[in-house]
């Protein structure tokens, strides 16, 4: 793959007391050939495949383990065990419900939970996002899940602005302790199913505050 290198900005050359063509001639040529780096660098990233050449952060993560919740109305984090794919996005190593991001943004977090009840009658899960610790308002939403054995998948997305360091959660509880986010393993000829999936995509960088 090409490597998009960005031209430093010439070095003109000083001009005389008095006009010559020479100088002229030669300030035209370093100006020519620094106009041509740059638009040879800016095609890289404006043609058709200009897509291949960026590099956004991002992450994808997953739990290969059954959770559940000890008490019901109590909120825990959900967990991620395992890193498919990252960039500037990484799980705290300490605590890997906390996906932390290297660059500020506005990001895509789009999750897929495998919920499932394994006794009893209805219950209901409640899910919502939290960034450093505090809740994201109005993100929660609330998931029925229909009896015993019954499996439900619960996923949608959140846009939130991070700043470089910034830590999101994946937070749920239950009004039932036989509600639990199960993994299960793999079965010829189905693959193993993960209890939780987490995709983390970079949007945009924020909108810049004209008034500041």
């Known amino acids: 793959m090409t490597k998009i290198i960005v031209p430093e900005p010439p070095n003109?050359?000083?001009?005389?007391?008095?006009?010559t063509r020479q100088y002229l001639d030669q300030l035209n040529n370093v100006l020519r050939l620094y106009f041509n780096r740059l638009s040879n660098?800016?095609?890289?990233v404006t043609g058709n495949e200009g897509g291949q050449y960026l590099s956004f952060p991002y992450g994808s993560f997953l739990d290969t383990t059954t959770q559940t919740a000890a008490a019901t109305s109590t909120a825990y984090s959900v967990k991620f065990n395992t890193t498919s794919s990252s960039n500037s996005v990484t799980v705290d190593t300490t605590d890997t419900s906390k996906i932390i991001v290297d660059e500020e943004g506005i990001y895509n977090f789009a999750f897929s939970l495998q919920l499932d009840k394994s006794s009893g009658a209805a219950g209901h899960t409640y899910i919502w996002a939290r960034v450093n610790g505090v809740?994201?308002?109005?993100?929660?939403?609330?998931?029925?899940?229909q009896g015993t054995t019954a499996e439900n998948i619960a996923a949608w997305n959140f846009f939130l602005e991070m700043q470089p360091g910034d830590y999101f959660q994946l937070m749920w509880s239950v009004d039932d302790t036989a509600i639990q986010i199960k993994?299960?393993?793999?079965?010829?000829?189905?693959p193993a199913i993960p209890s939780a999936l987490l995709t983390?995509?970079?949007i945009s960088k924020p909108p810049i505050n004209e008034s500041a």
Request: charged letters at 10%.
């Open 183 to 190: 993994a299960v393993v793999a079965t010829s000829p189905v």
């Open 135 to 145: 809740d994201v308002a109005n993100s929660a939403s609330e998931v029925a899940i």
């Open 12 to 19: 003109l050359p000083l001009a005389g007391d008095m006009y």
């Open 41 to 44: 660098a800016l095609s890289l």
């Open 200 to 202: 983390v995509n970079f």
